[in-house]
């Protein structure tokens, strides 16, 4: 049974960071590939950043050089560091891996960012 667990979200002004952490049983993080959605209210959810097993990363552009993705696999955990976030960085964030061919979510953490 594969697990998927985020913490981290909250209520951050403008310009702040926060770090959302991803914890998975049932499946190796180090042998899959990881990924961090979002949802914003009214919204359809979409990808924001992609860890491949082999390490390379993707992300969507609006996060490209504030957001990072990187996992520690003795702690079978995934990360988002978020910084200089942003108002339009409202959502729910999802963890995401697929194991076997399917696909597996955790149950989100809410991201708010607002002065």
């Known amino acids: 049974q594969v697990q998927l667990v985020e913490s981290g979200g909250g209520l951050v002004r403008p310009g702040g960071s926060l770090r959302l952490s991803c914890v998975g049983s049932g499946v190796f993080f180090s042998a899959t590939s990881m990924a961090w959605y979002r949802q914003a209210p009214g919204k359809q959810r979409e990808l924001v950043a992609r860890l491949f097993r082999l390490g390379n990363t993707d992300y969507v552009d609006s996060v490209k050089g504030r957001f990072t993705i990187s996992r520690d696999n003795a702690k079978n955990t995934v990360y988002l560091q978020m910084n200089s976030l942003k108002p339009e960085d409202t959502a729910v964030y999802y963890c995401?891996?697929?194991?076997?061919?399917?696909?597996?979510w955790g149950q989100g953490t809410q991201v708010t960012v607002s002065s």
């Open positions: 995401w891996t697929n194991a076997r061919n399917i696909d597996y």
